[in-house]
């Protein structure tokens, strides 16, 4: 292989030949040259690769999110970067997939080969149950050490929710920042908000308002007649199409694309929500080789400097343009709402507390449809 081809080019020629640029396979050792890092780790998806071809079937992969659709892009890719694989990637709310993966492993029936969900919890307490893997993916040693364990769970990308809001409305100068913007008379029935009560991260930022502010703000913001939903994508989505002007329970890409009709902001004093979404291969998985080469791929620098819309895993990784690290920003600790899912106690009685000020959440999950048997 020649010393001018891009990197792109590279991963695109070891994906369609299936080969490695290393006679072994092998990782060679880490080096100050990002080039020759890059194809340490293109030489270790060739290997994977290689290994997971010899499997049959499909790679199930149980994603936590609220978009049904939502992570075809990543499937569409993992199967263009590695041919004749074939992925299946199946998106619920993580709250329903962790009942559906304990289920398949009370019956013996496992069909989820990886789960990459926001409950953390639960992915600790499979490991202390003996469901998950031990596996070290590529590009370990870049990983932030918050956002791995020992080699059974490892974060995929961080995600943050914050301001989603009109494009119109920040290109005036009027677009809200802080919790306390969201107040204004002006923002009166043209909010959007996810149900707290129906996504843990979005319930883990209300308890820091009502933390910060006092019970008092969620009777204020109750005041501004917003629109409830469920989903955080949704919730997005309607400020997207110009039905609502802004909404803080949602995620979006730090750098919007060309004609994007929203921005994305994070608050400057107040605080706001980040973690690692992370993931685990199943002990049992029917494609452990495929399982490996996927969460590699997740980890890998390509797809982390070119499929990550927010903050990287990696401490390698160059941030957004006109962005950080996630540690940058004093006003956010992506490790405090995984540390706060392990007091279940604490997140129920908060949850019930929400309910009786707001209701229950209505109308069908954004993922109804996921799974051909939910009753």
Not at 35 to 61: C, F, I, M, N, P
Not at 106 to 129: C, F, M, P, T, V
Not at 248 to 262: K, N, Y
Request: aromatic share 10%; with cysteine; net charge neutral.
């Amino acid at each position: 292989m020649t010393s001018h081809l891009s990197r792109r080019q590279i991963n695109t020629l070891l994906a369609g030949l299936g080969v490695s640029l290393a006679a072994s396979g092998t990782a060679s050792a880490a080096t100050p040259s990002s080039a020759r890092a890059s194809r340490s780790e293109s030489d270790q998806l060739a290997a994977l690769y290689q290994k997971a071809r010899k499997e049959h079937g499909t790679l199930t992969v149980y994603a936590g999110g609220d978009a049904l659709r939502g992570q075809d892009r990543i499937a569409q890719a993992f199967e263009q970067r590695f041919p004749g694989l074939d992925i299946d990637i199946k998106v619920d709310l993580s709250k329903d997939l962790v009942p559906r993966i304990d289920l398949e492993l009370a019956r013996g029936d496992l069909k989820a080969d990886i789960a990459h969900i926001q409950l953390s919890n639960d992915l600790e307490r499979w490991k202390r149950e003996g469901h998950l893997l031990k596996y070290r993916p590529l590009g370990w040693p870049a990983i932030h050490p918050q956002f791995k364990d020992d080699g059974h769970i490892t974060g995929m990308s961080v995600i943050a929710f914050a301001n989603v809001v009109s494009k119109d409305l920040h290109d005036k100068g009027e677009a809200p920042v802080e919790a306390l913007d969201y107040l204004r008379p002006e923002f009166k029935d043209k909010l959007v908000l996810t149900y707290p009560n129906d996504d843990d991260a979005v319930l883990w930022q209300f308890q820091q308002l009502v933390e910060k502010y006092g019970w008092e703000y969620l009777d204020k913001l109750r005041a501004q007649n917003p629109q409830w939903i469920r989903g955080t994508r949704p919730a997005a989505n309607t400020v997207t199409s110009g039905a609502k002007a802004a909404t803080f329970t949602a995620s979006s890409a730090l750098v919007q694309p060309a004609g994007s009709t929203v921005t994305f902001t994070v608050s400057k004093k107040g605080p706001f929500l980040t973690w690692a979404q992370s993931a685990a291969i199943l002990k049992d998985a029917k494609h452990p080789a495929g399982a490996r080469l996927y969460l590699s791929w997740l980890t890998s620098k390509e797809y982390q400097e070119s499929m990550v819309s927010q903050f990287s895993v990696r401490s390698d990784v160059r941030p957004k343009e006109g962005w950080g690290t996630v540690f940058d920003y004093p006003n956010t600790d992506p490790t405090a709402f995984p540390r706060w899912l392990r007091d279940r106690a604490a997140v129920e009685e908060f949850r019930n507390q929400i309910t009786f000020c707001i209701g229950a959440p209505k109308g069908e999950s954004p993922t109804e449809d996921a799974f051909p048997d939910r009753p």
